[in-house]
């Protein structure tokens, strides 16, 4: 039969089409679950707070204004609840402008103990009300000249620096250490704070993913810090990694292309 190896082919391309469209149906439906959830998490989160300001605000209206104390530490409560709805908002349009990909970097060559410096004395004040000291592990040494968007990884040091700080004990330190890798520099930030037990780890760079809820929302953490973090460091190409012992203390460390 003549036609019969047209017949194949063309039974080959359809069966090849059919596959094609089958595995452009499961992305679809994997980025339509993707997006219900994101959703979905994104309106739980903002939920608390906004309950949290209705109770407070309807307790004042209901009972009128007959304390001043409690009247004041009521609207300070109200207030407390909206700077953690701003956090969470100017948070997530970070993500999804990292997402999206249209954040404009910038890579330019820098020293990254000068800009562990800069973190540090930023948010000293925030350290010392907590009781923890900021600073450089012993024998840290000089000149570790990368090539990154510098602003970006202030963003990622300052997160991890004030993560320690949320997580810290009192009397607490939060160090930075510096390593020269040959091909990278590798950037730590130890702390010997509450810890991270082990399976909870891998899960700490998603977004709203939180060991302790309480206390995360007690500090004014959005949950989407390391999320930040995480998308940084992977729009330079870069890795970021944690290691920690429940108890005892936590070590993230970020990785940085050399000048
Ligand atoms: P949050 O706003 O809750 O701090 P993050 O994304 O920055 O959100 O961190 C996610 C979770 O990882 C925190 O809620 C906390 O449980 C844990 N975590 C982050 N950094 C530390 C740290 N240095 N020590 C202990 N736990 C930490």
Redesign the pocket.
């Known amino acids: 039969d003549p036609d019969q190896p047209i017949i194949e082919e063309v039974e080959q391309e359809v069966a090849e089409w059919a596959e094609n469209q089958q595995e452009q149906i499961d992305q679809y439906e994997r980025f339509a679950e993707y997006r219900r959830r994101y959703v979905g998490d994104i309106s739980h989160e903002l939920k608390t707070p906004i309950f949290n300001i209705q109770g407070y605000l309807h307790t004042l209206m209901d009972h009128g204004y007959e304390d001043k104390k409690i009247t004041k530490s009521f609207i300070k409560k109200a207030a407390k609840n909206v700077e953690r709805l701003q956090t969470i908002v100017e948070d997530l349009s970070a993500i999804s402008r990292l997402e999206a990909g249209d954040l404009m970097f910038d890579p330019e060559p820098f020293d990254i103990k000068g800009l562990a410096q800069e973190v540090i004395e930023e948010v000293d004040l925030k350290a010392r009300e907590a009781g923890i000291t900021l600073g450089f592990k012993e024998g840290a040494g000089q000149g570790f000249i990368v090539e990154a968007d510098r602003e970006s990884i202030r963003q990622v040091l300052i997160?991890?620096v004030?993560?320690?700080i949320?997580?810290?004990n009192q009397g607490g330190a939060t160090r930075f250490g510096f390593y020269d890798m040959d091909t990278y520099i590798l950037c730590e930030?130890s702390?010997n704070?509450?810890?991270?037990p082990e399976k909870?780890l891998p899960h700490?760079?998603d977004?709203f993913?939180?060991?302790?809820?309480s206390?995360?929302?007690q500090?004014?953490?959005?949950?989407?810090?390391?999320?930040?973090?995480k998308h940084i460091m992977e729009a330079h190409q870069q890795t970021i990694n944690v290691r920690?012992t429940a108890g005892l203390?936590?070590t993230?460390g970020i990785t940085l292309g050399k000048a």
């Open positions: 997160n991890l004030t993560n320690s949320k997580y810290g930030v702390d704070g509450i810890g991270i909870h700490v760079f977004r993913y939180r060991v302790d809820k206390r995360s929302r500090k004014g953490g959005s949950g989407l810090g390391l999320s930040i973090v920690s203390g936590s993230f």
